[in-house]
């Protein structure tokens, strides 16, 4: 099946839907330890999510990484349906790229849920990365894109800075009601753990409700 191209998949169940694209650099700098640690953290979300019974039936993961190509290497999907893929890094930082990537998976992924009937939370696209976007990336063009996105509440968009990111370009493609969080260390199980909190919570909520999420204790300390 094409990323975009969801027409002929027949829904599981009609619980009300809940995407969450994971949008993950692989760009040379993570080798090593950070791309090691990203995906030990991602087989443990996987585990947790598949542990909660409601979140498990309307929690939907899409998985886009960046480098030097990007690729969609998990189509949105149920926690039980997919075996978690495996990452390895390559090459650059196409960061904006990725980010329309995962832009336009999220505007397909919604058509298709009002097409076939089921009811849907705001989609959240998770940014991870250490880098500084390639020269060519447009950076100014998308956070145009993203804040307009995120006023709209088309989806949400959260941005993780491993130790070595860009504070300065993530704060820019970042809307100013969610700025980006720096992890601390290489602390992927802790984010990934109140991550799938967080989606547990907004998956049992009642939509249109204000949601109160976990306090997160993979964050460093930071100032905007």
């Known amino acids: 099946m094409a990323y975009n191209d969801f027409s002929t998949e027949s829904p599981e169940n009609y619980e009300q839907k809940c995407l969450c694209v994971l949008l993950l650099d692989v760009s040379g700098s993570m080798q090593g330890d950070p791309i090691d640690q990203l995906n030990i953290g991602l087989q443990e979300f996987q585990q947790?999510?598949?542990?909660?019974?409601?979140?498990?039936?309307?929690?939907?993961?899409?998985?886009?990484?960046?480098?030097?190509?990007?690729d969609v290497v998990q189509d949105p999907s149920l926690i039980n349906n997919f075996t978690m893929p495996t990452l390895a890094v390559h090459g650059s930082t196409k960061m904006v790229d990725g980010i329309k990537q995962a832009l336009e998976l999220v505007d397909s992924r919604k058509k298709w849920y009002r097409d076939s009937g089921q009811p849907y939370y705001r989609p959240w696209v998770i940014l991870i990365t250490d880098g500084v976007p390639d020269g060519d990336q447009d950076v100014a063009g998308i956070s145009v894109e993203i804040e307009q996105g995120v006023q709209n509440k088309t989806f949400i968009f959260y941005a993780v800075g491993v130790e070595g990111y860009d504070k300065n370009i993530l704060t820019q493609i970042s809307s100013p009601s969610m700025p980006p969080s720096p992890l601390k260390g290489l602390k992927f199980g802790q984010f990934f753990k109140w991550l799938s909190a967080s989606m547990s919570t907004v998956a049992s909520?009642?939509?249109?409700?204000?949601?109160d999420l976990p306090d997160p204790d993979w964050m460093k300390g930071f100032t905007i």
Do not use: C, Q, W, Y
Request: glycine content about 6%; aromatic content about 4%; overall charge negative.
């Open 48 to 70: 947790e999510i598949k542990n909660d019974p409601t979140t498990s039936n309307r929690l939907e993961i899409a998985i886009v990484t960046f480098g030097s190509n990007i």
């Open 205 to 211: 909520s009642t939509d249109g409700a204000t949601v």
